[in-house]
């Protein structure tokens, strides 16, 4: 033990002989009888000297973790906290409780914030909460230096971790700040629980280094009793927005998370059109805009909160009955944070995931534009070059991604403006209230090579943020209980297999929603079993399965299932995949169920699907033996959707694209549609029908962004065809 952690432990000591003591103290300090599960473990750690990691899910009590330590410990507990919006009330909290706290962040005035540091230099405070931030300022990390801290707490620490999904860079200076302030204890704690995350936030903050105990690090509270999760595959927005409105029904107050904006605002026009008490929240809003929603969801006066993922921290209402997630999230540990707001108050909750395959692409969209390629960053290397050259220039992102040859999404470019911009190549000022930046060049301008940009670190990202998004996919397809799906991958491994309530297990509160509404396989109302003899059943296997034999391990299922069901679109026809002789082989069941059926035998064994940036898929001996009919294979086939005339719909969109579109660019896009369909062989309604042309006319979007808010063009169609397209459309339109 180091010389710190041996002062430390003595200093407990002599304060604390027992946990009886520790529970004095929660009693005395807190007015709490009881320790929450794990937090007494935690804090005899804390106290014993001991820097942890602490991985508690929200609401699980990790305050307490650092609260109670701080009353013991000798000197001033530091609590890193990037929610600034909540510190008052934090520190209003704990001197309720007579504990002597404050709080420092931008929301202080210079001579406010003067007037803190030096009580906090005269041991006035047992605990000052500090915005990450403020340790961009050497004069501050100067005036903590010669105090004495006693621990360094870091709350939401998964922001320092680029694989989080919250990665914050004033998170990255917390290391330099520990060495300034010569290594004090630290514990950081956070509700996001990867094993990635878990190693980033130890090797970020060099726990376990310059002579320190390795950390200690703590998982618990995961399991949520009173939450039910089910899954529930809907075939199209109006069977989303049915369960929605049945929870809004049933269980009055919830949350419902949108993956995009638009969506958000769709969701919530229908809410409105049949009077549901709701608000709206995303990113794009104005702060004023999002105060005031978030103030109409706290107060109760709108029992119903749709939003993105920008909803949510510092969202405080215990008594949410329901989290309905309309669009798969990118990761379980993104689902399990938000769908764990509900229920806080330990009464029962529902948790359901509605999903569509479709909706994956729009993740997979966001993890392209999350992970630029190295091809995308040094073509935009090269393109500010030129750009920036006479000096500063103000551009809307859109427009310099104009420049960048390799990109095809405006986000990716984004993230690699980004990128540059950390590793000291260009600087930029944002003009408020514009999408606007000026960027510079910083001189000398260095090349891509001298910059410090670690391309394998960023590969292995991608690498990673595509695992996950497939995790969070086999959690949706898993048969067994997801609880302990959900705690397995958290790593609570004691507590596996032990479901309250889900779907799969039907057990709890999950009965009576099953009996409500069918979740999962039998959510479709148009879904029936499939009707087949037994020999009938082995051959479609053996259809299938021939079908992944025939690709030769060279693609993965999406690939395989286009082919299966004689898809004529530009991925099979560019690899010639229409040649083979399995092309079709299942056209009669369609994508869906074709997909559904070898994720079905995926998860049965008899097909291998890699774990790497693009999986492949092949078959297993056990699939070989299956093919060949030399094996049985029991599984329960998907249900079964018969197409439907789509007449009606197209027939409804159509009405609403002739409205007001402009002719000469309808006229310029179907002459462009005709001459890529020559090109490709392919019939022109493939590459966007006609109701999709003319609601391009109509709302003429000038960017990648507007163009995904037009309906029919989903990530797919936008990276295949959406440079061209808004070429054409400023073309015509100018
Ligand atoms: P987290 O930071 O993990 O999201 P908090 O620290 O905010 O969770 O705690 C969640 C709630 O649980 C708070 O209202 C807190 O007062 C309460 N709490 C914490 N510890 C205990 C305890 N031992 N007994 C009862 N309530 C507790």
Redesign the pocket.
């Known amino acids: 033990m180091s010389a710190a952690c041996q002062s430390r432990a003595t200093a407990y000591n002599r304060r604390v002989s027992d946990t009886t003591e520790l529970h004095g103290l ?1 009693h005395r300090h ?1 007015g ?5 599960e794990g ?1 007494e473990t935690v804090i005899e750690a804390i106290v014993g000297g001991q820097d942890s990691v602490v991985i ?10 650092y609260q109670l330590p701080a009353m013991v410990l000798d000197g001033i507990t530091v609590v890193v906290s990037p929610l600034i919006a909540l510190m008052k009330d934090q520190v209003d909290a704990m001197m309720e409780k007579k504990i002597p706290a404050t709080f420092i962040n931008s929301s202080l005035g210079q001579s406010e914030m003067d007037n803190r540091i030096a009580r906090m230099q005269r041991g006035e405070y047992r605990l000052v909460y500090v915005a990450p931030e403020r340790f961009k300022s050497e004069r501050f990390v100067a005036a903590l230096a010669p105090l004495s801290i006693a621990l360094f707490a870091i ?1 939401e620490a998964h922001c320092i971790s680029q694989w989080g999904h919250d990665f914050r860079p004033d998170y990255l200076r917390l290391k330099w700040a520990l060495k300034d302030l010569g290594q004090p204890q630290v514990a950081a ?1 956070t ?1 996001t629980a990867t094993p990635e995350v878990r190693d980033d936030i130890i090797e970020q903050l060099a726990l376990g280094k310059f002579g320190r105990q390795p950390p200690q690090v703590f998982v618990s509270g995961f399991a949520r009793h009173n939450l039910t999760l089910a899954v529930t595959r809907a075939k199209n927005k109006a069977e989303k927005l049915e369960r929605i409105f049945d929870a809004i029904r049933q269980l009055k107050t919830g949350i419902v998370y949108c993956a995009t904006r638009k969506n958000v605002e769709k969701v919530y026009e229908h809410l409105a059109e049949k009077r549901a008490q709701a608000t709206y929240y995303h990113g794009g809003m104005s702060e004023d805009q999002r105060t005031k929603a978030q103030d109409k969801f706290m107060s109760g006066q709108c029992p119903v909160a749709v939003a993105t993922n920008a909803f949510g921290m510092g969202v ?1 209402r ?1 008594d949410l009955r329901f989290v309905i997630h309309f669009d798969i999230p990118g990761s379980v540990e993104a689902y399990y944070q938000e769908a764990g707001r509900a229920g ?1 108050d330990g009464e029962p909750a529902r948790c359901e995931l509605l999903f569509n395959y479709a909706d994956v692409r729009t993740q997979e969209f966001f993890i392209e534009g999350a992970n630029p390629t190295r091809e995308i960053i040094a073509s935009l290397h090269q393109a500010l070059l030129r750009l920036c050259k006479g000096g500063p220039v103000e551009m809307p992102m859109s427009e310099i991604a104009e420049h960048v040859k390799a990109a095809k999404n405006d986000m990716a470019v984004g993230s690699a403006l980004y990128l540059l911009e950390r590793a000291g190549f260009i600087a930029r000022d944002y003009r408020q209230g514009s999408r606007t930046y000026t960027t510079r060049l910083i001189e000398p301008a260095r090349s891509l090579d001298d910059l410090e940009i670690n391309f394998e670190r960023l590969d292995a990202k991608h690498v990673r943020d595509q695992a996950k998004l497939r995790r969070i996919i086999d959690y949706v397809d898993c048969h067994g209980c997801r609880h302990g799906y959900i705690l397995n991958y958290f790593g609570e491994t004691d507590a596996a297999a032990r479901c309250s309530a889900c779907d799969n297990c039907g057990s709890g509160p999950a009965r009576k929603h099953r009996a409500a509404r069918p979740a999962r396989a039998e959510a479709a109302p148009d879904a029936t079993p499939l009707s087949v003899s037994a020999r009938e059943r082995t051959v479609l296997l053996q259809k299938a399965l021939s079908g992944v034999a025939r690709m030769n391990g060279r693609f993965g299922l999406g690939r395989i299932t286009l082919v299966l069901t004689g898809s004529r679109s530009k991925e099979v026809f560019d690899s010639r995949l229409e040649e083979l002789s399995t092309y079709g082989l299942l056209k009669e069941f369609g994508y869906d169920f074709t997909q559904e059926l070898l994720r079905r035998l995926a998860a049965a064994d008899c097909i291998h699907v890699t774990d790497s940036e693009y999986p492949k898929a092949s078959l297993t001996e056990l699939g070989r033996q299956v093919m060949l009919a030399k094996t049985p294979l029991d599984i329960e086939l998907p249900p079964f959707e018969k197409a439907k005339p789509a007449a009606r719909k197209a027939a409804a969109a159509a009405t609403k694209a002739e409205a007001s579109y402009d002719g000469a660019v309808f006229e310029a896009l179907r002459e462009w549609r005709r001459d890529l369909a020559a090109t490709m062989g392919i019939p022109a309604y493939l590459i966007y029908p006609d109701v999709t042309l003319k609601e391009l006319s109509r709302q003429k979007p000038q960017t990648m962004a507007a163009l995904l808010e037009v309906r029919g063009i989903g990530p797919a169609k936008a990276r295949q065809f959406g440079a061209e397209t808004l070429a054409i459309i400023r073309g015509a339109s100018s």
């Open positions: 929660l807190f709490f009888h009881e320790f929450l937090q508690m899910p929200t609401g699980g009590g990790k305050s307490l973790c709350d704690l509700a405080d215990s806080r």
